[in-house]
């Protein structure tokens, strides 16, 4: 893998295969296996934590806001950790 593309940032298979076939190679793990979107941590208690990143083009965009959005979808992630089976 010569490059990033902006496809991987989509969520969907692309973001799967840079998963399979770069992090995993060098960071592969149980948590990790699992492909969820975030993860719980014991650090004297539990406690869900997750991520989001996004890719834009263009950086501007009419009526976006990538900081609410960034939240969101960190906040949303963190919720679902909680529903499943992980807290």
């Given at each position: ?83 499943s089976r992980c807290i």
């Amino acid at each position: 893998m010569d490059k990033v593309l902006l496809d991987y940032g989509s969520g969907g298979r692309a973001s799967q295969r840079l998963i399979n076939d770069l992090f995993f190679k060098h960071l592969g793990n149980e948590i990790l296996a699992r492909m969820d979107d975030g993860a719980v941590l014991d650090l004297g208690g539990r406690l869900a934590m997750s991520t989001d990143s996004f890719v834009v083009d263009p950086i501007e965009f009419p009526g976006g806001d990538i900081g609410s959005l960034a939240v969101h979808g960190t906040v949303n992630d963190v919720a679902m950790m909680e529903r499943s089976r992980c807290i």
